[in-house]
């Protein structure tokens, strides 16, 4: 099964491709043409029949609770009905507990995200533009999108099984370009090059370096996963190293396991970026232009990391995105700023999303405490500076 979806993760490549390339003027057909191919996915190469009922099951629900429910609570119950949901896939698939079994969870999960934003989004589109802030002026959807818009948001490719989530503004922005609307008076030798009509930049080059780097940590965990297994530090033999190699045999271990998400996540993005949806704008000096929209990790930073929260915001970054906007920010009182309960909720629901292993729990529940007193840690340093 890792073989087929690793060879999924490659087809997206050429059909990518092929999506770039389907008149800006007809995004039905992109709605449609991405449709197609995810349900190729799940059935013609996974057979997730249950699968493909879930994903339905979610985003019908969803839509319907959007569309019919106004109020406040709207998005408090969209997130009850996908986290709920989502909770009951988790609990089958570990009752099963087949590592080598493809389930549909880890495109849940994904989804659960971008529907459970969608909701707040919609939300915030029915309010004054003066009660929202910055990034909530630009998420919010003040015109309901139709079914076929919502299918394709909800069944995006390149990003069905691993991410990255991203919101529906990005996908509306994609499908009409104005995602890539150069802005009033630029110089035109530095707007980004396109190719015959099309409005979407290339990004051949850009999507081909995220393939190699992808495959080349997919070669590392392959060559390291040999070198450090899991099973050699729960065997009796690693009690007898010392505590500086002990130490060393732990580090790599959580290295080993790291690349496996490197290498998905990089893949997935460079898919993603050769689509057009990863595009993030370009310098209006330099013509560079951006590819980092739906970046969903930087390994470098994240190795390097001097603190708790450099680590968080280089790992999982959309889904650091998702907590922060849609649980942080969303569970403190308006006009007060988020304190501790505020952390510890987000780390809980980063638990609960995660499934119902104890170490989940124990991880991120002891991450809260962990982060806030970074926190304190920055805040007694800078008083002591001024």
């Keep these: 099964m890792t073989v087929k979806l690793i060879g999924s ?28 191919v995810s349900i190729f996915y799940i059935i013609g190469l996974f057979e997730l029949w249950d699968g493909l009922r879930t994903l339905l099951y979610c985003s019908v629900g969803t839509y319907l609770i959007a569309y019919y429910i106004d109020g406040s609570l709207m998005p408090w119950i969209g997130f009850a009905y996908l986290m709920g949901y ?35 989004n919609v939300h915030d589109g029915r309010l004054p533009p003066t009660e929202l802030s910055d990034s909530q002026k630009y998420s919010a959807i003040t015109e309901f999108p139709s079914v076929l818009d919502f299918a394709g948001y909800v069944l995006f490719f390149p990003s069905l ?47 081909f370096r995220k393939a190699v780097m992808g495959l080349v940590w997919l070669l590392v965990f392959v060559k390291l996963n040999v070198m450090y297994p899991i099973s ?7 009690g007898k190293y010392s505590f500086l190699r002990r130490v060393w045999q732990l580090y790599m271990l959580g290295f080993t396991a790291r690349t496996k998400y490197y290498a998905a996540w990089t893949l997935t993005e ?31 930073k ?26 942080y920010l969303r569970v403190t009182p308006k006009g007060k700023k988020p304190g501790f309960w505020a952390t510890l909720i987000t780390f ?36 002591e500076h001024s």
Excluded at 89 to 101: A, E, K, L
């Design 270 to 300: 460079g898919s993603c970026i050769l689509s057009g949806l990863g595009y993030n704008g370009f310098d209006p000096k330099t013509g560079k232009v951006y590819w980092n929209r739906l970046e969903n990790i930087n390994p470098w």
């Design 232 to 238: 050699f530090v729960l065997g009796d033999e690693y």
């Design 161 to 207: 099984f691993a991410g990255p989530a991203f919101e529906y503004v990005d996908y509306r922005r994609w499908i009409d370009t104005t995602l890539f609307d150069v802005p009033p008076g630029t110089d035109p030798s530095k707007a980004p090059p396109t190719r015959k009509k099309r409005k979407i930049p290339r990004s051949g080059r850009y999507a």
């Design 9 to 36: 993760f490659l087809l997206s490549y050429p059909l990518a491709a092929i999506l770039k390339r389907i008149p800006d003027s007809q995004p039905w057909k992109k709605n449609v043409f991405s449709i197609s």
């Design 302 to 327: 994240l190795e390097t990391a001097q603190n708790v929260k450099g680590y968080l915001e280089n790992w999982n970054k959309n889904t650091s995105h998702w907590l922060r906007h849609y649980v």
């Design 348 to 383: 809980f629901t980063s638990a609960l999303w995660h499934g119902f292993y104890p170490g989940y729990y124990m991880t991120f529940i002891l991450a809260s405490f962990v982060q806030t007193a970074a926190k304190c840690e920055s805040f007694f340093s800078n008083l």
């Design 86 to 120: 989502m909770s009951l896939s988790h609990i089958y698939r570990q009752m099963v507990n087949d590592p080598s079994v493809m389930d549909i969870t880890g495109a849940q999960m994904v989804l659960v995200m971008k529907l459970s934003a969608f909701c707040w």
